[in-house]
């Protein structure tokens, strides 16, 4: 078995070839080695890459902790390893499924504070890059569904989806990535409607050194729920290190 790893920041990712090679593979000859491995972690933007054929590819934050305050309501919500899991199906596409086993909600209201445990919602991905490895501008498409696996406080309890669409392009010797985003979002006081939600995202990846990049980014979303809508923005950035192809 053929093993891959590479951390970055507080997210990691590991690639495994699915099957050992076979004896007709192996009179044919040593086979190429992959390109470095390509994630989508830590920042929150889509590569155009995808995971190589045959190949699976895990992604996974150590610990994701946001909170928010609204109405003197706080709400704490943290995420215990949160894996993605991907299979390259070809050369040009793979299917993701993300699920965080452990969930954390603490929500403080009053001076009191109540504390819920258990599993994520599932969300599973198809991601298929549009464009020859050797074109200037890469496209891809990630059309995505959430499955409701978590218990309502944890998950709103329905069924949602959406597509994501990744455009990278080299700008000198930063490369540019743009990620629109559409998704059909459950309505927070009638949960069998459904409004839009749009997120929208530039990344600026700049290499430091061969092996080490860091990327700012700039991120929004603009959730039009019919109760009221909730508009997000943040700045990011990360370094991420490749102390090998594997590593």
Same mark, same amino acid.
């Given at each position: 078995?053929? !093993?891959?790893?590479?951390?970055?920041?507080?997210?990691?990712?590991?690639?495994?070839?699915?099957? $050992?090679?076979? #004896?007709? +593979?192996?009179?044919?000859?040593?086979?190429?080695? $992959?390109?470095?491995?390509?994630?989508? @972690?830590?920042?929150?933007? &889509?590569?155009?890459?995808?995971?190589?054929?045959?190949?699976?590819?895990?992604?996974?934050? #150590?610990? !994701?902790?946001?909170? %928010?305050? /609204?109405?003197?309501?706080? %709400?704490?919500?943290?995420?215990? /390893?949160?894996?993605?899991?991907? !299979?390259?199906? /070809?050369?040009?596409? *793979?299917?993701?499924?993300?699920?965080?086993?452990?969930?954390?909600? @603490?929500?403080?209201?009053?001076?009191?504070?109540?504390?819920?445990?258990?599993?994520?919602?599932?969300?599973?991905?198809?991601?298929? @890059?549009? /464009? +020859?490895?050797?074109?200037?501008?890469?496209?891809?498409?990630?059309?995505?569904?959430?499955?409701?696996?978590? =218990?309502?406080?944890?998950?709103?309890?329905?069924?949602?989806?959406?597509?994501? &669409? %990744?455009?990278?392009?080299?700008?000198?010797?930063?490369?540019?990535?743009?990620?629109?985003?559409?998704?059909?979002?459950?309505?927070?006081? =009638? $949960? +069998?409607?459904?409004?839009?939600?749009?997120?929208?995202?530039?990344?600026?990846?700049? $290499?430091?050194?061969?092996?080490?990049?860091?990327?700012?980014?700039?991120?929004?979303?603009?959730?039009? *729920?019919?109760?009221? &809508?909730? @508009?997000?923005?943040?700045?990011?950035?990360?370094?991420?290190?490749?102390?090998?192809?594997?590593?």
């Amino acid at each position: 078995m053929r !093993f891959r790893f590479s951390p970055a920041a507080a997210a990691c990712a590991v690639m495994f070839a699915a099957a $050992p090679l076979s #004896a007709q +593979d192996a009179l044919a000859g040593p086979i190429a080695e $992959p390109a470095p491995i390509c994630t989508d @972690r830590p920042t929150k933007g &889509t590569a155009t890459c995808t995971v190589p054929k045959g190949m699976i590819q895990v992604e996974s934050d #150590a610990i !994701f902790w946001t909170r %928010s305050e /609204t109405g003197g309501q706080r %709400s704490d919500v943290l995420l215990y /390893t949160n894996p993605t899991v991907k !299979f390259g199906l /070809t050369d040009s596409s *793979d299917i993701q499924f993300n699920l965080a086993p452990q969930v954390e909600v @603490r929500s403080r209201v009053a001076g009191q504070t109540v504390t819920q445990r258990g599993v994520g919602d599932l969300t599973v991905r198809f991601k298929q @890059r549009l /464009t +020859d490895p050797s074109d200037r501008v890469q496209i891809a498409v990630v059309p995505f569904v959430k499955v409701p696996t978590a =218990e309502r406080g944890i998950g709103n309890g329905e069924w949602e989806g959406g597509l994501v &669409t %990744s455009f990278q392009v080299p700008v000198g010797a930063a490369t540019l990535t743009l990620v629109p985003q559409f998704a059909l979002l459950a309505d927070s006081l =009638e $949960p +069998d409607n459904r409004h839009i939600e749009f997120q929208g995202l530039v990344n600026l990846a700049y $290499p430091l050194a061969p092996r080490t990049t860091m990327a700012l980014e700039l991120w929004t979303a603009q959730n039009w *729920d019919p109760s009221g &809508t909730v @508009r997000q923005y943040s700045a990011d950035a990360a370094i991420s290190h490749l102390l090998n192809n594997n590593l």
